[in-house]
């Protein structure tokens, strides 16, 4: 457990900064090296205030990916599975907040400014989101009865949306060459992509009933299929009654990418003035690499995840 106890001590600041000191690091992308993975040093203390003060309830959900895998419309479904019963399509919540508004990151939005802020009055099923690879989680996520969900992405597609992606206003695109090597070597945020990967498909088959393994490309595949997934694993079955009324369809329906991509709440606005929301759609496509990655660079990623991968069961 890679906890770090900053208790009795008179400057948690100072500590903070202490501890900074001692981590290897990077200037780009700005991360620390904690606890075997490169995570970004902007939100260091908030995963480090999450580690510490988050009490996990039984009845919560824990959204866990990689950034650009997928995130924002993991979000969008699972919060409207779950609450379904509270309110009609046409009255989602969707149709007017963010994603990113209705399920909070850890790191981004619960822990962002305060340290311990109290949570005891969100209803359940409480449903949060993090980047946190599964190692890091607090220790009451991952011994509470808590459902974890954990979304991948083929990593091809990954590292080119996580280049494209622009967070804020006239701010340019990663230039994937540069970032080609550094993502090889694991150096990205929340990377290595294949040890992230790893601790949450080994979770998986330790303990299915506990954290769910999607894939983004599945979604793509057979929404209807993944959906209802979702749906029996939070403990929020489908009825047949709700099937025969279109149900499945109408959520994802209203979570597709140019549904969500259209809404007001997704053009404008912030999470937390750092990432616009629009800049959470772009192509929403499997397979774009092939419009960025040279067949050498894909051969590269590909050799390094069988590599990575091998003998796990999992396959990308
Ligand atoms: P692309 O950049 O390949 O288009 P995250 O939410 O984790 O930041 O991931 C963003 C990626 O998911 C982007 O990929 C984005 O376009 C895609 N995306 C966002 N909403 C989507 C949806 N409803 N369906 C499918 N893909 C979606």
């Not at 280049?163 to 006239?170: D, I, L, T």
């Not at 929340?190 to 009933?209: C, I, K, S, T, V």
Request: hydrophobic content about 35%; charged content about 20%.
């Amino acid at each position: 457990n890679a906890t770090v106890e900053m208790e009795n001590k008179e400057s948690p600041k100072d500590d903070l900064h202490e501890l900074l000191q001692t981590l290897e690091r990077h200037v780009s992308p700005p991360v620390v090296k904690y606890g075997g993975f490169w995570v970004p040093e902007m939100v260091f203390r908030q995963i480090l205030s999450t580690q510490k003060n988050f009490k996990a309830q039984g009845t919560d959900i824990i959204l866990s990916t990689l950034p650009k895998s997928g995130t924002t419309w993991l979000k969008a479904l699972t919060f409207s599975i779950a609450n379904r019963h509270l309110f009609t399509i046409d009255q989602s919540p969707l149709l007017t907040s963010s994603p990113h508004t209705l399920v909070p990151f850890f790191e981004f939005n619960v822990y962002w400014e305060q340290e311990n802020p109290d949570l005891s009055n969100i209803p359940s099923p409480r449903i949060f989101a993090t980047h946190m690879p599964f190692e890091l989680l607090p220790d009451s996520i991952r011994e509470s009865d808590c459902r974890i969900i954990c979304m991948c992405r083929n990593p091809l597609d990954q590292f080119v949306s996580y280049c494209n992606f622009s967070p804020k206003e006239n701010s340019e695109p990663v230039p994937i060459d540069k970032n080609f090597d550094m993502f090889c070597q694991g150096i990205h945020f929340y990377g290595p992509f294949w040890d992230h990967m790893l601790g949450y498909w080994n979770a998986h088959l330790e303990n299915p009933r506990k954290v769910l393994f999607l894939r983004y490309e599945d979604l793509k595949e057979d929404i209807t299929s993944q959906v209802k997934k979702i749906a029996e694993f939070i403990g929020f079955p489908f009825s047949l009654e709700e099937e025969e009324q279109g149900l499945i369809d109408h959520i994802s329906g209203l979570c597709s990418f140019q549904s969500l991509r259209s809404l007001a709440p997704n053009k404008t606005g912030s999470v937390n003035g750092i990432v616009k929301n629009s800049s959470f759609f772009r192509k929403g496509q499997v397979g774009d690499w092939t419009n960025y990655l040279t067949p050498a660079m894909a051969a590269r990623i590909k050799k390094l995840m069988d590599s990575k991968f091998e003998g796990s069961g999992l396959m990308y």
